[in-house]
């Protein structure tokens, strides 16, 4: 099932979660999702990239997969990144937003998306797991940057 912007509650939050993001850091971002869909669509493959801002963390993912799979490798990937920073001590709000879209140059733009808040804590073995198959993050900065950069 891809993202449902036909229902207008959903499609707020996810609107209403972008329009936080500071303008310039809003820019800075916009950039780095152009490049790295320029990038897979002259050599293909998947690029997902984690951008954290003051009130949450952006997972964006561009890959030259079918529609179903690069929305559920988002998913996936999205579910692990918010994990990862729970487990590193994020507060319990984090809200995460994962957004897929295809490579530039294709036909037509699909853009698939999932927003996750809430507490995930992992067990010792899930985590050990998960850091091998998505690799592990740096969550201290993160977690600094949020305790100090709250809206």
């Not at 927003?115 to 592990?136: C, H, L, T, V």
């Amino acid at each position: 099932v891809f993202s449902d912007t036909a229902d207008p509650l959903t499609y707020m939050r996810v609107v209403e979660f972008l329009d936080r993001i500071p303008l310039l850091t809003r820019v800075t971002i916009g950039k780095a999702v152009i490049e790295r869909c320029q990038r897979v669509g002259r050599g293909g493959g998947r690029i997902a990239s984690r951008f954290v801002v003051p009130h949450g963390m952006l997972v964006f993912v561009t890959d030259d997969a079918e529609r179903a799979d690069r929305a559920e490798y988002m998913k996936q990937v999205t579910f692990m990144r918010h994990s990862q920073a729970l487990d590193g001590g994020a507060p319990e709000s984090l809200v995460t937003l994962g957004v897929a879209t295809q490579p530039i140059p294709t036909d037509g733009r699909a853009h698939d998306f999932v927003m996750i808040q809430g507490d995930i804590r992992s067990d010792p073995g899930f985590r050990a797991r998960r850091d091998e198959i998505f690799g592990a993050i740096d969550v201290e900065p993160m977690v600094d940057y949020w305790a100090t950069h709250r809206p």
